[in-house]
């Protein structure tokens, strides 16, 4: 029975999926840019050996193992941001937007658009992030039972 930190937000909007994308121009620069995705629900998981630091409760925000748990149930999409690191046209930033807002016209929108709807761009990296307040719980792995609620205050 492996235990594992669970941390989950007590307010909206306070969980954060980012994407980091990259790709190459038809000249050969390299293209940057990245996607937050807000969600009201869902939870991330740490190892014991990985508990959350005085350091991320004072700036109220705790990343997560994307690999850890039972999976991080976002539900509830509030919002998306795009912000692009390199720079692109006002077409190009508008045609990214629509495909990842609203899909390609095959169904696929978001990462499903990115990975399986003839993009050419790559995920190179993700992460979850938790925005304070939050809920730390003790919790078993295999069973999905809560050991102890509300360990980190």
């Known amino acids: 029975m492996a235990h594992l930190y669970r941390i989950t937000p007590k307010d909206k909007k306070s969980i954060q999926y ?3 994308i990259s790709g190459q121009s038809e000249n050969g620069d390299e293209r940057k840019w990245i996607v937050t995705e807000y969600y009201n629900y869902g939870q991330t998981f740490r190892h014991l050996d990985d508990p959350v ?3 991320e409760f004072e700036q109220e925000e705790v990343d997560g193992d994307l690999e850890l748990g039972w999976g991080n149930e976002l539900d509830d999409l509030a919002y998306v941001t795009i912000e692009f690191l390199t720079p692109f046209t006002d077409e190009e930033k508008e045609e990214i937007e629509t495909f990842w807002n609203e899909g390609n016209g ?15 761009w790559e995920l190179v990296n993700e992460n979850i992030a938790i925005l304070g307040p939050f809920q730390i719980d003790l ?15």
Do not use: P
């Open 53 to 55: 630091t005085e350091g």
């Open 18 to 20: 980012t994407y980091f």
């Open 106 to 120: 095959d169904g696929q929108w978001g990462l499903g658009w990115l990975i399986e709807g003839g993009s050419s």
């Open 139 to 153: 919790v078993d792995e295999d069973s999905q039972e809560v050991i102890e609620e509300d360990i980190g205050n």
